[in-house]
C-alpha cells in the first residue's frame, strides 16, 4: 500500500502523490488520446494555406485557345507578355490583337501571331488554369494581382480569431474547466470549418474562417495541460515532448489530403468532420486535476487518481484524499490571506517592470525575438506552398521537418546552454533563408533542403524560446511578462500572410530574404540574454536581475 505514513489531515501536493506512481497505462491512453487532439488543433490554424493558395493561370486568348486550350503552349511568349524575373507569363495581361483592314478580328478564331502588337498589352476576363485543382481563387473569382490582397487576408483574419479567442478561452477555461474548452473548443471547430466548406462567396468565407479560429485558439493550452498534469513531474519532459511531435503531423495529414482531392472544399470536410469524435472523450478524458482542486471538487479529483493508481498496479490510500482536502484549505486559507494585497499591488509590480532597467530590456528583447519566432515559423509554412516544384509536398515537407526539430531542441537544452541553443537557432535559420536566394534556380533540391532547415532551426527556437521566456523572468512577474511577450508574437503571425504581397511586387525570395535578415538579427540579440539553465528560478526582480551570473 502506497503512502503508508500519511497521516489524517497532513497537507500534500499533488506533485508528490503523482511521483509515487510510475507511467502507467491509464496515462500513457489519456496522453496518446491529447496528442490526436493536438494533430486536429493544427488544422485550423494552417488551412488556410491550402484554401487560400494561388493558383496557376494565365489569360485566354480567343483567336489561339481554341478547343482544350493547355497552360504553356509553344506558343505562349507570342501572345502573352512574361515576368522578366522568372519564367511565368503574366497572369492577367495579353498583348492587344490589332484590327485588320479596319476590322476587329478580337472574335475571329484565327491566331495570326503578326496581328499581336507586343508593344501594347490589355487586361483579360477568361483564364486558363495549369491545374485541376478548386481553391477560393477559382471558386471565388479571385484572380489577377489586384485581388492578391484577399487571399493574405484570410491568413491575418485567422490570427485574428485566434488574438481575440485566446483570452477568451482563458476564461471559459478557468470558469468551466480544461477538458470542457477541449470538447467544446474542438467540436465547435469542426462544425465551423464543415460550414465554411459550403460558403459561396468571400465574405462568409471570412466570417466562418474567424469564428472556426476564435473557437479551436484555446484547444492546444487546455490539451497539453490535461496531459501534463496527469504525470508525475519527472515523466513531464518526456511526455510534453512526444505529444507535441503529434502536432505537425495534422499539418501533414491536410497537405496529404489536398493533394489527393485538389478540391478545397471536400479537403475541409474529410480533415474536420474527424473532430466530431472528440464529443467522446468526455465519457473516458479525466478533467484537470488541479483545476478540480480549486474548485474544491476532491471526489473527482481522487477518482483520478485511483485510476492512475489502479493502471500503475497500486492502490491509492483513503489517508490520500484527506490530505488532499487539508491541503485544498490551506491553499483557501492562504489565498483569502493576501487576495486583496495582489489586487492592490498589480500596479506597483507593473511599476517593476520600468524601475528595473535589466527586466525592461530583456522584455523588449523577448517581446522581438517572439515576433521574429512567429513571422518566420508561419512565413515559411505559408511561403512553401509558393516555393518551386510541388507545392503539397512541400507544404508536407515543411510541416515534418517539425517533429525531429522538437526532439532536438529537448536534446540540446539538456546539453547545452540555453542562450546558445536560442541564439544558434536564430542563426541557422537566417543563414538557410539567405542561402536560398543565393543558390541557382536550377539546383531545386540544394534550395528545398535549405529551406526545410530554416524551417527545422526556426522551430527550435519555437520551442526553446517557451522555456527560456519562463526561465529569465520572475515569478511575481512572469506570468504578465510571459503573457506580453506572447502578445507580441501574434502580432508576428498576423503579418505573415501579408508576406506573399512582397513576392507579388517584388520578386518570389523576397519574403524569404527578409525573413533571414530578421533571424539573424534575433540570433545576435539572444546573446545578450543570461544564461538560465540550472539556474534557480528567480522569485522576485532583484534575483532575475542577476540571473546567470557567476
Same mark, same amino acid.
Given at each position: 500500500m502506497l503512502y503508508q505514513e500519511v497521516n489524517s489531515g497532513e497537507i500534500m501536493d499533488l506533485d508528490e502523490i503523482l511521483s509515487n506512481f510510475g507511467l502507467g497505462s491509464y496515462q500513457v491512453t489519456v496522453c496518446a488520446l491529447m496528442g490526436l487532439v493536438l494533430m486536429y488543433s493544427n488544422i485550423s490554424p494552417l488551412s488556410y494555406a491550402v484554401t487560400a493558395s494561388d493558383l496557376k493561370y494565365r489569360c485566354e486568348v480567343p483567336q489561339c485557345?481554341? #478547343?482544350?486550350?493547355?497552360?504553356?503552349? #509553344?506558343w505562349l511568349n507570342r501572345v502573352i507578355p512574361f515576368k522578366e524575373k522568372s519564367i511565368e507569363p503574366y497572369k492577367c495581361l495579353k498583348y492587344h490583337y490589332k484590327q485588320t483592314n479596319g476590322t476587329d478580328v478580337s472574335a475571329n478564331k484565327t491566331c495570326n501571331f503578326d496581328a499581336f502588337d507586343v508593344n501594347s498589352r490589355e487586361k483579360c476576363n477568361k483564364w486558363v488554369?495549369?491545374?485541376?485543382e478548386r481553391t477560393i481563387?477559382?471558386? $471565388?473569382? !479571385? @484572380?489577377?494581382?489586384e485581388n492578391k490582397w484577399k487571399l493574405s @487576408?484570410?491568413?491575418t483574419i485567422n490570427s !485574428?480569431?485566434? $488574438?481575440?479567442?485566446?483570452? !477568451?478561452?482563458?476564461?471559459?477555461s478557468d470558469k468551466y474547466g480544461r477538458k470542457f474548452i477541449l470538447i467544446i473548443g474542438s467540436v465547435t471547430s469542426a462544425v465551423l470549418g464543415t460550414a465554411r466548406s459550403f460558403t459561396t462567396d468571400y465574405y462568409s468565407f471570412l466570417l466562418f474562417e474567424f469564428l472556426d479560429s476564435m473557437a479551436s485558439s484555446g484547444v492546444y493550452a487546455a490539451t497539453f495541460v490535461l496531459g501534463l498534469e496527469l504525470v508525475s513531474p519527472k515523466a513531464r519532459v518526456t511526455v510534453s515532448t512526444l505529444m507535441g511531435c503529434f502536432y505537425p503531423m495534422g499539418a501533414v495529414i491536410m497537405g496529404f489530403v489536398a493533394y489527393m482531392v485538389l478540391d478545397w472544399r471536400i479537403m475541409l470536410r474529410i480533415v474536420y468532420l474527424p473532430g466530431l469524435l472528440i464529443l467522446g472523450y468526455a465519457w473516458y478524458v479525466p478533467e484537470s486535476m488541479r483545476w478540480l482542486q480549486t474548485q474544491n471538487r476532491i471526489e473527482e479529483m481522487a477518482k483520478v487518481l485511483s485510476k492512475v493508481a489502479k493502471s500503475n498496479g497500486k492502490t491509492l490510500p483513503s489517508s490520500v484524499k484527506e490530505a488532499l482536502i487539508a491541503n485544498t484549505k490551506a491553499n483557501a486559507n492562504a489565498t483569502n490571506g493576501v487576495d486583496d494585497d495582489n489586487q492592490l499591488s498589480c500596479s506597483k509590480l507593473m511599476s517593476k517592470i520600468f524601475s528595473s532597467k535589466e527586466i525592461f530590456l530583456r522584455l523588449i528583447n523577448c517581446s522581438f525575438c517572439w515576433t521574429t519566432i512567429t513571422l518566420v515559423y508561419y512565413g515559411l509554412s505559408l511561403t512553401s506552398v509558393e516555393f518551386s516544384g510541388n507545392k503539397y509536398l512541400n507544404f508536407m515537407l515543411v510541416n515534418a521537418v517539425e517533429v525531429p526539430a522538437f526532439l532536438t531542441s529537448w536534446y540540446f537544452m539538456e546539453h547545452f546552454s540555453r542562450r546558445n541553443t536560442q541564439a544558434f537557432s536564430f542563426l541557422f535559420s537566417g543563414i538557410g533563408c539567405i542561402m536560398v536566394n543565393v543558390i541557382p534556380q536550377n539546383y531545386l533540391w540544394v534550395k528545398l533542403l535549405l529551406f526545410l532547415s530554416s524551417k527545422y532551426a526556426i522551430t527550435m527556437a519555437f520551442n526553446t524560446m517557451y522555456v527560456f521566456t519562463a526561465e529569465m523572468f520572475p515569478t511575481e512577474l512572469r506570468m504578465s511578462l +510571459?503573457?506580453?511577450?506572447? @502578445? +507580441?508574437g501574434r502580432m508576428g503571425s498576423m503579418i505573415a500572410p501579408q508576406m506573399s504581397l512582397l513576392s507579388v511586387y517584388f520578386g518570389q525570395y523576397v519574403p524569404i530574404l527578409l525573413f533571414g535578415i530578421i533571424s539573424f538579427m534575433a540570433g545576435a540579440l539572444a546573446f545578450l540574454f543570461p544564461e538560465t539553465k540550472d539556474q534557480k528560478l528567480p522569485d522576485t526582480v532583484k534575483q532575475a536581475e542577476f540571473v546567470g551570473e557567476v
Amino acid at each position: 500500500m502506497l503512502y503508508q505514513e500519511v497521516n489524517s489531515g497532513e497537507i500534500m501536493d499533488l506533485d508528490e502523490i503523482l511521483s509515487n506512481f510510475g507511467l502507467g497505462s491509464y496515462q500513457v491512453t489519456v496522453c496518446a488520446l491529447m496528442g490526436l487532439v493536438l494533430m486536429y488543433s493544427n488544422i485550423s490554424p494552417l488551412s488556410y494555406a491550402v484554401t487560400a493558395s494561388d493558383l496557376k493561370y494565365r489569360c485566354e486568348v480567343p483567336q489561339c485557345d481554341i #478547343d482544350n486550350p493547355i497552360y504553356e503552349p #509553344d506558343w505562349l511568349n507570342r501572345v502573352i507578355p512574361f515576368k522578366e524575373k522568372s519564367i511565368e507569363p503574366y497572369k492577367c495581361l495579353k498583348y492587344h490583337y490589332k484590327q485588320t483592314n479596319g476590322t476587329d478580328v478580337s472574335a475571329n478564331k484565327t491566331c495570326n501571331f503578326d496581328a499581336f502588337d507586343v508593344n501594347s498589352r490589355e487586361k483579360c476576363n477568361k483564364w486558363v488554369f495549369g491545374e485541376t485543382e478548386r481553391t477560393i481563387v477559382n471558386d $471565388f473569382g !479571385l @484572380m489577377c494581382e489586384e485581388n492578391k490582397w484577399k487571399l493574405s @487576408m484570410v491568413g491575418t483574419i485567422n490570427s !485574428l480569431g485566434q $488574438f481575440v479567442g485566446i483570452p !477568451l478561452a482563458g476564461f471559459i477555461s478557468d470558469k468551466y474547466g480544461r477538458k470542457f474548452i477541449l470538447i467544446i473548443g474542438s467540436v465547435t471547430s469542426a462544425v465551423l470549418g464543415t460550414a465554411r466548406s459550403f460558403t459561396t462567396d468571400y465574405y462568409s468565407f471570412l466570417l466562418f474562417e474567424f469564428l472556426d479560429s476564435m473557437a479551436s485558439s484555446g484547444v492546444y493550452a487546455a490539451t497539453f495541460v490535461l496531459g501534463l498534469e496527469l504525470v508525475s513531474p519527472k515523466a513531464r519532459v518526456t511526455v510534453s515532448t512526444l505529444m507535441g511531435c503529434f502536432y505537425p503531423m495534422g499539418a501533414v495529414i491536410m497537405g496529404f489530403v489536398a493533394y489527393m482531392v485538389l478540391d478545397w472544399r471536400i479537403m475541409l470536410r474529410i480533415v474536420y468532420l474527424p473532430g466530431l469524435l472528440i464529443l467522446g472523450y468526455a465519457w473516458y478524458v479525466p478533467e484537470s486535476m488541479r483545476w478540480l482542486q480549486t474548485q474544491n471538487r476532491i471526489e473527482e479529483m481522487a477518482k483520478v487518481l485511483s485510476k492512475v493508481a489502479k493502471s500503475n498496479g497500486k492502490t491509492l490510500p483513503s489517508s490520500v484524499k484527506e490530505a488532499l482536502i487539508a491541503n485544498t484549505k490551506a491553499n483557501a486559507n492562504a489565498t483569502n490571506g493576501v487576495d486583496d494585497d495582489n489586487q492592490l499591488s498589480c500596479s506597483k509590480l507593473m511599476s517593476k517592470i520600468f524601475s528595473s532597467k535589466e527586466i525592461f530590456l530583456r522584455l523588449i528583447n523577448c517581446s522581438f525575438c517572439w515576433t521574429t519566432i512567429t513571422l518566420v515559423y508561419y512565413g515559411l509554412s505559408l511561403t512553401s506552398v509558393e516555393f518551386s516544384g510541388n507545392k503539397y509536398l512541400n507544404f508536407m515537407l515543411v510541416n515534418a521537418v517539425e517533429v525531429p526539430a522538437f526532439l532536438t531542441s529537448w536534446y540540446f537544452m539538456e546539453h547545452f546552454s540555453r542562450r546558445n541553443t536560442q541564439a544558434f537557432s536564430f542563426l541557422f535559420s537566417g543563414i538557410g533563408c539567405i542561402m536560398v536566394n543565393v543558390i541557382p534556380q536550377n539546383y531545386l533540391w540544394v534550395k528545398l533542403l535549405l529551406f526545410l532547415s530554416s524551417k527545422y532551426a526556426i522551430t527550435m527556437a519555437f520551442n526553446t524560446m517557451y522555456v527560456f521566456t519562463a526561465e529569465m523572468f520572475p515569478t511575481e512577474l512572469r506570468m504578465s511578462l +510571459f503573457g506580453i511577450a506572447s @502578445m +507580441f508574437g501574434r502580432m508576428g503571425s498576423m503579418i505573415a500572410p501579408q508576406m506573399s504581397l512582397l513576392s507579388v511586387y517584388f520578386g518570389q525570395y523576397v519574403p524569404i530574404l527578409l525573413f533571414g535578415i530578421i533571424s539573424f538579427m534575433a540570433g545576435a540579440l539572444a546573446f545578450l540574454f543570461p544564461e538560465t539553465k540550472d539556474q534557480k528560478l528567480p522569485d522576485t526582480v532583484k534575483q532575475a536581475e542577476f540571473v546567470g551570473e557567476v
